[in-house]
């Protein structure tokens, strides 16, 4: 059981690195479509790529809670919890790197994406295996988190907070405007 859960996990890795780094151009690529912009960065804010590592989490839980799930009652629960410690590790490895060396750097905020990315799967198979968080409110908690996230995410590309996480510091604009 413990090594069909590692393969998951490691595809779910796979899955939202590559999926991420291809949502990274589809805004672009549709010529600007608001529908590529619910999915995908349309700008280069922080915000944005963190939604890059979120909504390819969000689409292979589905499919892992569909497939997976009924041998891991506590999915949603940790899943939850794996996916905002992704999401927290890429605006505090990037503001910490960028804070240290005064500049940003392509192949580092590469590698902030792929650190969370990892993180989360890592923190996700070690919370399944050992079977926490399994009391009912949890993993309603855990889905209304999931979900919630999942509005965030597309309602902030186009509502932004006027705060620096979503302020593209190449234009200085926020969300699709």
């Known amino acids: 059981m413990q090594k069909r859960l590692f393969f998951w996990e490691a595809g779910g890795f796979l899955f939202t690195g590559a999926l991420g780094v291809l949502l990274h151009f589809v805004y672009e690529w549709s010529g600007g ?19 890059l590592l979120y909504l390819p989490l969000f689409v292979f839980s589905l499919a892992q809670l569909c497939l997976l ?12 919890q794996s996916a ?14 960028t ?19 990892l993180g989360a799967f890592v923190l996700d198979f ?7 968080c399994r009391a009912g409110w949890r993993q309603v908690l855990g889905l209304a988190v ?6 965030c995410f597309v309602w902030c590309t186009f509502h932004p907070v006027r ?4 302020r593209d510091p190449v234009t200085g604009r926020y969300g699709i405007s």
């Open 33 to 51: 479509s608001p529908l590529a912009a619910a999915f995908s960065a349309v700008n280069e804010s922080t915000w944005e790529h963190m939604k």
């Open 163 to 166: 705060l620096a996480l979503w």
């Open 146 to 151: 999931l979900w919630g996230l999942a509005f």
């Open 126 to 132: 070690v919370l399944l295996r050992r079977g926490r």
């Open 69 to 80: 799930g009924r041998n891991y009652p506590n999915f949603p629960a940790v899943r939850a």
């Open 99 to 117: 804070g240290v060396l005064g500049r940003h750097f392509v192949w580092a905020d590469i590698a902030v994406f792929f650190l969370a990315d």
């Open 84 to 97: 905002l410690t992704g999401l927290a590790l890429i605006p505090i490895l990037f503001y910490t790197y």
